[in-house]
């Protein structure tokens, strides 16, 4: 009976049944074979079939130099830990709606939440934009909630309210420090508002930036997606979000087992959007880029008081 409810390649691994257990019972019990539908799950585990989903494992769009891009970032980022130097992981995570709205998974209670059936925009609270800081040296995350634009602005505000931090674990150098971050977005690197605003933070911390990003459709590469953002997706899976602050609690109670701590700041002011960067600005950028995939790798140096952008 598994043989004609069987499709897929039968010279290959890729086969999978075409119906469901209770359907296999039924057809069983048709035919004058009295079992359950559990039983029916564990007959076919000794066929060496089971719950499987779909694995996002074909890269279609890989860019020609998304190895060498790669095998940079790791030595990049080996020299910059070695030297005593801060090394961070930034992105935005998924922008979330605030209200009585359903969240994703699942959690232990006596009774189920009641939430809204539909989830509308217009019975949002807010729209929280988390902008989040992982630290690879001292495994700590730290998460900025905006409620307006998730912008290069608000990436680099984020940034710099991290670096001055009181309460941050301190480098041996931080004259110099390093970004890995995604190709598109906020920080992506065509986004000219992203570098003039980096090079904003390099002028008033007298600081070298290092920016590396990775290639286009290999965002799950960056250590803060599975390092910081699944942690917290994990600890507020099936708790629904009602106001900022409830979110806020929820990202600060993270933690893992490996010593992950995290901590989560609300940004109140205005982000605007669409903000245009002329090409003299651009040209007074002091911006290096490097000889290996120069499009993803730049140094933002400090520039000198007098030739300052307002």
């Known amino acids: 009976m598994v043989d004609e409810e069987t499709a897929g390649d039968p010279c290959g691994p890729c086969k999978w ?3 469901s257990l209770r ?3 039924a057809t069983l019990v048709g035919i004058g074979v009295l079992i359950s539908h559990t039983s029916v799950g564990r007959l076919l585990k000794r066929q060496r079939y089971s719950l499987k989903a779909n694995r996002k ?3 279609r769009t890989q860019h020609p130099q998304r190895d060498q891009q790669f095998r940079y970032i790791k ?3 080996r020299r910059f830990i070695e030297a005593g130097h801060p090394v961070i992981s930034v992105d935005t995570k998924k922008k979330e709606l ?7 998974g699942a959690t232990w209670c006596q009774q189920a ?11 949002a609270v807010a729209r929280a934009v988390p902008y989040g800081i992982y630290d690879l040296v001292h495994n700590q995350g730290y998460v900025y909630l905006g409620t307006s634009g998730d912008t290069a602005d608000f990436a680099v ?3 710099e309210r991290w670096y001055r931090r009181t309460d941050r674990p301190r480098f041996a150098d931080e004259s110099k420090v390093l970004i890995l971050c995604d190709a598109g977005g906020a920080n992506g690197y065509r986004v000219r508002n992203w570098k003039r605003q980096l090079q904003l933070l390099a002028d008033c911390y007298h600081l070298q930036i290092m920016v590396c990003h990775y290639p286009s459709g290999a965002s799950k590469w960056n250590p803060i ?10 600890n507020w899976a099936g708790k629904p979000l009602r106001s900022l602050a409830m979110m806020t609690a929820l990202i600060r109670g993270t933690s893992t087992q490996t010593g992950l701590k995290v901590k989560a700041t609300l940004l109140k002011g205005h982000y605007p959007t669409k903000v245009k960067v002329s090409d003299a600005q651009m040209a007074d950028l002091n911006i290096s880029r490097r000889k290996i995939c120069p499009q993803w790798n730049y140094i933002i140096h400090p520039r000198e008081t007098e030739s300052l952008v307002p």
């Open 17 to 19: 049944i075409r119906h």
């Open 23 to 25: 359907h296999l019972q």
């Open 57 to 59: 494992s074909i890269a």
């Open 75 to 77: 030595r990049v980022k």
């Open 98 to 104: 605030i209200g009585n709205f359903k969240n994703a």
């Open 113 to 123: 939440e009641q939430v809204n059936d539909h989830d509308f925009a217009q019975d």
């Open 157 to 159: 505000d984020a940034i």
């Open 225 to 234: 997606e599975h390092r910081l953002f699944s942690s917290i997706s994990i």
